[in-house]
């Protein structure tokens, strides 16, 4: 069974919505080489839709000059939505229904690892529901002003297990954690 992987990256006060606009200085060559770690062991991508229409906009025109531009531009991408109706940006697919249905199929597939990038709303309802196998979480050292915080609304207890764990030279924690079973 193929694993559904997360990464995003989190304030210190929590706030996961559009890290460029508050973490920006601490996107360097090593976080950039953390990020790309996971990228070859992952053949495809789950967005939430939001996400997906910010990364059609900003990573078409980044071809494949990059490790992550090259991955998010190639791989198939599963968009979930029920208000998109077409997908410009592609290779592109619709995922609509129950979440845990349609994701438990996805991962039910023959393939490697389905990478989340971002999408905090879909990585909480993913991680509330029990689907998730494993959350990358790169905490920069920042108070952001305001934005979405990741685990804002998580009805229930999570256990988490920390897996890995890393100080960048930037003050960044990039930390992996698997759910506790």
Same mark, same amino acid.
């Given at each position: ?10 304030? *210190?006060?929590?706030? %996961? ?6 973490? @920006?200085?601490?996107? #360097? ?11 070859? !062991?992952?053949?495809?991508?789950l967005l939430g839709r939001r996400t ?17 531009g090259a991955f998010l531009n190639q791989?198939?991408?599963?968009? /979930? ?5 077409? *997908? &410009?940006?592609?290779? %592109?697919? !619709? ?7 349609? /994701? ?23 991680? @509330? @529901?029990?689907?998730? #196998?494993? !959350?990358? *979480? ?7 002003e305001s934005g979405m915080r990741l685990?804002? &609304? /998580?009805?229930?207890?999570?256990? !988490?297990?920390? /897996? ?18």
């Amino acid at each position: 069974m193929r694993k559904l992987v997360a990464g995003l990256f989190m304030s *210190l006060n929590g706030v %996961a919505e559009s890290p460029s606009s508050w973490g @920006a200085p601490y996107f #360097d060559e090593e976080l950039l080489e953390w990020i790309g770690t996971g990228l070859p !062991l992952a053949d495809a991508i789950l967005l939430g839709r939001r996400t997906y229409l910010e990364f059609a906009e900003q990573w078409p025109g980044e071809g494949s000059s990059t490790p992550m531009g090259a991955f998010l531009n190639q791989r198939p991408k599963f968009v /979930v939505s029920s208000t998109l109706e077409t *997908l &410009g940006w592609g290779p %592109a697919h !619709l995922v609509r229904g129950d979440l845990g249905e349609e /994701v438990g199929k996805l991962k039910r597939q023959d393939g490697a690892n389905i990478q989340i990038p971002g999408s905090p709303t879909l990585v909480r309802s993913l991680l @509330a @529901a029990g689907l998730l #196998d494993e !959350l990358s *979480l790169g905490i920069v050292p920042v108070v952001a002003e305001s934005g979405m915080r990741l685990f804002e &609304g /998580v009805g229930a207890q999570v256990a !988490l297990e920390l /897996v890995e764990s890393r100080t960048l030279s930037s003050g960044v924690l990039a930390l992996t954690y698997r759910p506790a079973r």
